[in-house]
C-alpha cells in the first residue's frame, strides 16, 4: 500500500500527490498538520528513508529557529521535536512497502512506484 504524507498547502506536495493520481495506484493520504504523527511513526518512516531524524527537519522554519537551531539534540529529541510540530516535516513524504522517499523534487516519487 502507497501512502503520502501530505499537507495541501505546500506547492511540492501538491505536486507529489499529482504524480500518484496520474499513476492510477490506490494510495492513502494522510495530512499530517491534522492527523499527528507519533514519535514511533516518525521512527518507521525516518527508518524506511534511510535518513538522520536532522535530515527530515525544516529547518527554515521558524519553530526550529527559534527553539532548535544551533542546540545539540539526541535523534530521539529531534523525532519528539517533529512529533510536537509537525510543520517541521519535510515533504510530502511517499511511503511505498517498505521504500520511501522525500518528493523533494516531486519526481523522485516515481522511483518507488
Known amino acids: ?10 506547492r511540492k506536495s501538491r505536486e507529489g500527490l499529482q504524480i500518484l493520481e496520474q499513476a492510477n495506484q490506490e494510495f492513502e ?37 527559534d527553539n532548535y537551531k544551533n542546540k545539540v539534540l539526541t535523534d530521539k529529541q529531534i523525532i519528539e521535536a517533529l512529533a510536537t510540530h509537525p510543520k517541521l516535516i519535510e515533504r510530502p513524504i ?15 516519487i516515481k522511483t518507488i512506484l
Request: charged letters at 25%; glycine letters at 2%; proline letters at 6%.
Open 29 to 65: 493520504l494522510i495530512k499530517y498538520l491534522e492527523d499527528l504523527l507519533t514519535v514511533k511513526e516518525l521512527e518507521k518512516i525516518i527508518s524506511l528513508l534511510n535518513i538522520k531524524p536532522i535530515d527530515l527537519v525544516r529547518k527554515n522554519e521558524t519553530i526550529w529557529k
Open 94 to 108: 511517499v511511503v511505498n512497502n517498505n521504500k520511501a522517499v522525500i518528493g523533494r523534487p516531486p519526481e523522485l
Open 1 to 10: 500500500m502507497i501512502t503520502i504524507y501530505h499537507n495541501p498547502r505546500c
